[in-house]
């Protein structure tokens, strides 16, 4: 007889695997790049609800410097940023993916010479 332990295992760790994870960024995470972008754009793993999809992004002084609402396509999350300056910027997102699970994230990226 199989054990409840076993069958829990395997069906947790499917379901964690329905959430929408980011697979990659434009900066690319803790990238270094020599002016600040015009848009920060993230790529995830599943499709977004746009309504409940979020990103926001601060430059080194901790002032936001993202412009406008940001803009959902698929699996992709965009939002423009305006001006800041050389250091560490930091991006913080929360989404929603079509199998309604919402996950969120930060991470970095450096702009100067």
């Known amino acids: 007889m ?3 332990a076993p069958l829990l295992l395997v069906l947790g760790a499917g379901t964690a695997h ?8 434009e900066p690319r995470v803790g990238n270094k790049v ?4 015009r848009e920060v754009t993230l790529y995830f793993t599943q499709k977004l609800e746009p309504a409940f999809s979020s990103v926001t992004v601060t ?8 412009a406008g609402k940001a803009r959902v396509n698929g699996n992709r999350i965009s939002v423009s940023v305006k001006g800041g300056g050389v250091g560490t910027y ?13 996950t969120d994230g930060s991470f970095t990226f450096q702009v100067g010479p």
């Open 2 to 4: 199989i054990g409840i």
């Open 90 to 102: 930091h991006v913080n997102w929360r989404v929603l993916s079509v199998d309604t699970h919402t």
């Open 59 to 66: 430059d080194p002084s901790g002032k936001r410097v993202d």
């Open 18 to 25: 329905a959430h929408a994870s980011l697979d990659h960024a």
């Open 34 to 37: 020599a002016s600040p972008p």
